[in-house]
């Protein structure tokens, strides 16, 4: 059983293109990290949302936890190709457990 | 300011054989984390290290799968009896305490074929 969703599976856009990552589970989580991770390397943290309907913005990112903490959202304006990668959400379940369940991650590809 | 190191980087061996695979983690931190990594797919959490003893262990898929972190610092997550079902990447990281919202530092992983 797979508890966080992520859609779309891939995605190929042009340069200078805007697009949105769903990050989407039945389970309450009290934290949701996004990942970014790059061939033959590990997940590298962009960011850590722990309050439903908190926004947080990375520079052309911009993450959402959803209010009720049982989804979340990665929004890019302008992708470049330098965003190419696979993103990943990851959650923590419950305070008190360090035990993070990954989604199944979105394959992004941005052409120049 | 050396990051997460993994050794080896590739691991090929034969069914049925042990493997050791070897984790060194950024100095000071006293969380450690173990991850397998199929392709196409999301890492798998399978344990949790804070200091020397392993605080979770729910992901470990069966008996075959041990993991030790004697000294509180280098991690060696060991296979026994290997399948070839066990071929994946497989991802350390480590944190500096024990916060959940803290920041994971991953290692670039050790990828094992199992033939």
């Known amino acids: 059983t797979q508890l966080l969703e992520q859609s779309p599976q891939f995605l190929s856009i042009q340069e200078g293109e805007n697009l949105t990552v769903y990050c989407n589970s039945s389970?309450?989580?009290?934290?949701l990290q996004w990942y970014r991770q790059e061939p033959g390397e590990g997940p590298v943290l962009l960011v850590t949302?722990?309050?439903?309907?908190e926004v947080k913005k990375l520079k052309r990112l911009t993450f959402q936890f959803g209010d009720a903490r049982k989804d979340s959202s990665l929004h890019i304006t302008a992708a470049q190709p330098g965003d190419t990668g696979l993103y990943l959400c990851?959650?923590?379940?419950?305070?008190?457990?360090?035990?993070?369940?990954f989604g199944t991650g979105t394959r992004l590809k941005v052409l120049a | 300011g050396a990051g997460v190191s993994q050794t080896p980087s590739n691991k090929v061996t034969e069914k049925g054989k042990y493997v050791e695979l070897r984790c060194d983690p950024i100095?000071?931190?006293?969380?450690l984390y173990w991850y397998r990594q199929s392709l196409g797919q999301g890492p798998e959490f399978l344990i949790y290290?804070?200091?020397?003893?392993?605080?979770?262990d729910s992901g470990l898929p069966n008996d075959r799968f041990f993991a030790v972190r004697p000294e509180g610092s280098v991690s060696t997550l060991k296979i026994q009896r290997t399948e070839r079902g066990d071929s994946a990447v497989y991802l350390c990281?480590?944190?500096?305490?024990?916060?959940?919202?803290?920041?994971?530092?991953f290692g670039p992983g050790t990828r094992l074929t199992v033939l």
């Open positions: 949302v722990v309050t439903g309907g």
């Open positions: 990851a959650g923590r379940l419950q305070s008190g457990t360090y035990k993070y369940i």
């Open positions: 100095s000071g931190h006293t969380a």
């Open positions: 990281a480590s944190a500096s305490g024990a916060g959940g919202a803290d920041t994971q530092y």
């Open positions: 290290f804070q200091g020397t003893g392993a605080a979770d």
């Open positions: 389970s309450v989580f009290s934290s």
